[in-house]
């Protein structure tokens, strides 16, 4: 198995990380409403990490977003790129996550990551990021707040509430499920936050976490796994 290298001339202290992050954000595109829900394809993100080894291994699947099939999977492992700093987690995993996306042969379509886009200390995250790295639409859903306040939404599939800073609404908190624990949504690049909190509904028929994670994340513990298989 190879296993990818940190990308020469990658930041790696938290002030060099910093200044990316600020430079790439002024490219974020967020007046464009995004492809409709349930149209085209969507592909699912997700890592996992064995800190002790210093790998990463990332999972890119592509379903179809009507049916929600999975059209075609792909997975990465690499070194772990940064130091866990909080705000910075991006550059921990993004060289392999985007190994991962490009061994794909369908068109990704829209980028759901499993964590934040605008709902992010420096509205910056991992799915702002990619979206600007690869020019796709890209939308964060994450299983927490962070560091954001909300009032709890409706019971019912579908209700949302705001997910503040301050009394900035960097996101919402979506009810996937009846009397169920809500997901934070947030843009990330090409989408507003609208189209973002329909896709994450319509990507969660039966359970609280979209389909797209919960694909992405069995496929990036199992390349974990055989990757530890191979490495003494």
């Given at each position: ?97 985007l ?9 990704p ?91 994450a ?32």
């Amino acid at each position: 198995m190879t296993i990818i290298d940190i990308p020469a001339g990658w930041p790696a202290d938290e002030a060099t990380a910093r200044a990316v992050q600020r430079e790439l954000r002024e490219r974020l595109v967020l007046d464009e409403p995004g492809p409709p829900a349930g149209t085209g394809h969507v592909t699912g993100l997700d890592v996992a990490y064995d800190d002790e080894r210093d790998l990463v291994a990332a999972a890119a699947v592509v379903l179809d977003a009507r049916t929600l099939d999975v059209v075609e999977e792909a997975t990465a492992v690499g070194r772990v790129s940064f130091p866990y700093v909080p705000g910075l987690l991006a550059f921990r995993e993004i060289p392999t996550v985007l190994a991962a996306l490009h061994s794909l042969t369908a068109a990704p379509g829209l980028l759901v990551c499993d964590g934040y886009g605008r709902a992010h200390p420096r509205r910056f995250g991992l799915a702002s990021h990619l979206g600007v790295l690869t020019g796709l639409p890209s939308i964060g859903v994450a299983k927490n707040p962070f560091t954001f306040t909300y009032d709890q939404p409706g019971p019912a599939r579908g209700d949302v509430s705001a997910l503040l800073s301050d009394d900035e609404e960097v996101g919402r908190a979506l009810r996937t499920q009846e009397d169920v624990k809500p997901v934070f949504v947030s843009v990330g690049h090409r989408v507003s936050l609208e189209t973002a909190c329909a896709h994450a509904l319509h990507l969660a028929p039966r359970y609280r976490i979209p389909e797209t994670t919960r694909h992405a994340d069995s496929l990036c513990r199992r390349a974990l796994k055989t990757a530890l298989g191979t490495v003494v």
